[in-house]
């Protein structure tokens, strides 16, 4: 049984930083690309970050480009989201999730995500 458990969430003050941590379990890790998404409350659902398993590259939304860095360590099955310079606007649920290859989509398309985990409040105050 595949399991993602994040943590870290939690209430910081605009301009802080979180580390969120990802834990995976029930799968081969390594050969897994790993994304964050997060849902703003009353909004939809949307792409964060990813790191590929294959090359280690990574990619990121526009909102978060320069202040949030995704990585990955594939010895301890975790995939962490540092978030630096934090906005009101970036309060919202935060999920990981795992991909074997996109199932042909882009990566941002939530559809090419094999498993998710249940999310991690993060609130960030002004």
């Known amino acids: 049984q595949v399991q993602l458990v994040e943590s870290g969430g939690g209430l910081v003050q605009a301009g802080g930083s979180l580390i969120l941590s990802c834990a995976a379990s029930?799968?081969?890790?390594?050969?897994?690309?790993m994304a964050w998404f997060r849902q703003p409350p009353g909004k939809e659902r949307e792409f964060v970050a990813v790191?590929?398993?294959?090359?280690?590259?990574?990619a990121y939304g526009d909102s978060v480009k320069g202040r949030f860095t995704i990585s990955r360590d594939n010895a301890k099955n975790t995939v962490y989201l540092q978030m630096n310079s934090l906005k009101p606007e970036d309060t919202a649920v935060y999920y990981c999730?795992?991909?074997?290859?996109?199932?042909?989509?882009?990566?941002?398309?939530?559809?090419?995500?094999?498993?998710w985990g249940q999310g991690t409040q993060v609130t960030a105050s002004s």
């Open positions: 029930g799968l081969t890790f390594s050969i897994y690309s």
């Open positions: 999730a795992a991909a074997r290859d996109f199932k042909g989509l882009y990566y941002s398309r939530e559809a090419g995500y094999d498993y």
């Open positions: 790191i590929r398993w294959s090359t280690v590259s990574t």
